[in-house]
């Protein structure tokens, strides 16, 4: 799998932040194709940090209703990355400049 398509971008919350600090685990939406492996190589590539450990779990969509009509959302895929003690991933976080 090429590594560019991997990850698709970051998921940032509340509790993921807290995870952040004090775990050193960082959260990303990936490709659903995409193993553990290519998930760790594509965060060491592209962030040029050392990976220790992936967690990852198929999100399903959630059925949503506007009006009459009903649809349900896509699954994704995400991914919990670890990374060595020190390494640190700089985030872009939206807000208020």
Do not use: C, W
Not at 56 to 75: A, D, F, L, V, Y
């Amino acid at each position: 799998m090429n590594i560019n398509h991997v990850i698709k971008g970051p998921l940032i919350t509340e509790k993921l932040d807290k995870a952040r600090e004090k775990q050193r685990q960082y959260s990303f939406i990936v490709d659903r194709q995409a193993s553990k492996h290519d998930v760790a190589a594509a965060v060491t590539s592209l962030f040029k940090v050392t990976v220790e450990g992936v967690r990852t779990t198929i999100m399903r969509g959630k059925i949503k209703r506007i009006g009459k009509n009903i649809g349900q959302r896509s699954n994704f895929k995400k991914a919990f990355v670890t990374l060595k003690e020190g390494d640190k991933i700089e985030l872009f976080e939206g807000g208020a400049a």
